[in-house]
């Protein structure tokens, strides 16, 4: 089992910058991928990034790509999601996710049924 715990959601205005952590505890966490998903309102949870087991290999949603940066610290069992210039349709709730970094592939990274262990999310609210 492997526990994750997310934390520094909040609300911020556009344009700002939030960094979002995410604790695991429980199994080697550096034996697994790691992905952040956001889910809004009505809609389905979509990727926004990962990153592979080892930190070396690092997936982005088109929507977020050069805006957030995904890494993680091995030595701490945390991954982090830096967002900045943060816009009103990035409002959502957050959550981390992990998978066994076994057969990592961009296209593994992106689904979220290829998850094996989820937070419970922190909420991201994006004003004008």
């Known amino acids: 089992q492997v526990q994750l715990v997310e934390s520094g959601g909040g609300l911020v205005q556009a344009g700002g910058s939030l960094r979002l952590s995410c604790a695991a505890s429980?199994?080697?966490?550096?034996?697994?991928?790691m992905g952040w998903f956001q889910q809004a309102p009505g809609k389905e949870r979509e990727f926004v990034a990962g990153v592979a087991w080892s930190g070396a290999f690092t997936y982005y949603a088109d929507s977020v790509e050069g805006r957030f940066t995904i890494s993680r610290d091995n030595a701490k069992n945390t991954v982090y999601l830096q967002m900045n210039s943060l816009k009103p349709e990035d409002t959502a709730v957050y959550y981390c996710a992990a998978k066994i970094g076994l057969h990592t592939t961009a296209q593994s990274m992106g689904v979220p049924a290829a998850y094996a262990y989820w937070g419970q999310g922190t909420q991201v609210t994006v004003s004008l």
């Open positions: 429980g199994r080697t966490f550096s034996g697994y991928d």
